[in-house]
C-alpha cells in the first residue's frame, strides 16, 4: 500500500526564486489537501481538489501561490518570487470521499528561503 | 468560527503510564468530525484516531482513546501504555461534516508535545 508521496523533502532557495513542490496522493483517493505549518504552529489550510477541479482556496494563498492537479492525479504546489516568510513545511494530505473522509499525509516538503 | 485549543504545550509521562491529551473544540455545526494525529520530529502528520459527532460511543484504536463529552466540547485523546515511540507532538483537528459547500479543510490546534521518559 503506497502512501502520500512529496517531493522534494527538502528545499532551500534564495529570496526572489521560484521553487515547485509536488504530491502523489494515495491511488484511490480523489481529494487532495495542501497545508502549510510553520514552526510552533499547526498546519493551516492552503487549498484543496476534488479530481482536477479546485473547490476551495484559503486566503493564505496570496497571488504567489498556485496549486494544480491537471489529471486529478498528483498536484503541484508552486512558490513564486519567494520571501522569507515562505519558510515552513508545506504538507500534502489525500482522502477518498465517504465516511470520516480521513486525511493522511505525506512526510512533506520542508521550504528554507535565504 | 470554529476553533480547536489545545492548552498544554508540553506533557511528560513515565514509559507505560498513560497520559491524557486535552482538546477543546468550538463549532456551532452540528455534524463534525475530530482527529487526533501525531507527529514525530520526522515531520510526517500521522493520523491516530477518529471521532464523529453522531457518534456513541468513544472510538478506540489499539492503545489509543478518545473521551468525548459532547456537551463540554472536549475530544481529549488518551494513550495507554506509553512507549518511548510516543514521544511526539499530537495535534487535534476539526473538520465540519456539513454536506452543504465544499469545506473539507481541518482546523487544526497548536499542539502538544509529550515526551515519554523510560
Known amino acids: 500500500d503506497t502512501g502520500v508521496s512529496q517531493d522534494p523533502r527538502h528545499k532551500i532557495t534564495k529570496r526572489g526564486q521560484n521553487v515547485t513542490f509536488r504530491c502523489d496522493p494515495i491511488?484511490?483517493?480523489?481529494?487532495l489537501y495542501w497545508y502549510r505549518q510553520t514552526l510552533g504552529q499547526g498546519p493551516e489550510f492552503l487549498t484543496y481538489f476534488q479530481n482536477e477541479a479546485q473547490l476551495e482556496k484559503s486566503r493564505l494563498l496570496s497571488d504567489r501561490f498556485s496549486a494544480e492537479r491537471p489529471k486529478g492525479s498528483f498536484s503541484t504546489l508552486e512558490i513564486q518570487r519567494t520571501e522569507q516568510g515562505d519558510s515552513a513545511m508545506y504538507l500534502c494530505?489525500?482522502?477518498?470521499?465517504?465516511?470520516?473522509?480521513?486525511?493522511?499525509f505525506g512526510p512533506g516538503t520542508r521550504l528554507l528561503v535565504l | 468560527a470554529q476553533k480547536i485549543t489545545q492548552t498544554q504545550p508540553g506533557m511528560f509521562v513515565q514509559e507505560k503510564e498513560a497520559v491524557t491529551l486535552d482538546c477543546t473544540y468550538d463549532?456551532?455545526?452540528?455534524?463534525?468530525?475530530l482527529f487526533w494525529y501525531k507527529q514525530p520530529s520526522s515531520g510526517e502528520m500521522i493520523f491516530l484516531i477518529y471521532q464523529g459527532s453522531y457518534d456513541e460511543q468513544n472510538a478506540t484504536e489499539g492503545r489509543y482513546s478518545l473521551n468525548f463529552q459532547k456537551a463540554r466540547k472536549s475530544a481529549n485523546l488518551v494513550i495507554s501504555a506509553s512507549q518511548l515511540g510516543d514521544s511526539a507532538m499530537y495535534f487535534c483537528?476539526?473538520?465540519?461534516?456539513?454536506?452543504?459547500?465544499?469545506?473539507?479543510?481541518?482546523?487544526w490546534g497548536l499542539g502538544t508535545s509529550l515526551a515519554v521518559n523510560p
Open positions: 483537528a476539526m473538520r465540519e461534516q456539513s454536506d452543504a459547500g465544499n469545506n473539507r479543510k481541518l482546523i
Open positions: 494530505a489525500s482522502s477518498s470521499p465517504g465516511g470520516p473522509e480521513t486525511q493522511y
Open positions: 463549532t456551532s455545526d452540528q455534524s463534525y468530525g
Open positions: 491511488s484511490e483517493h480523489n481529494r
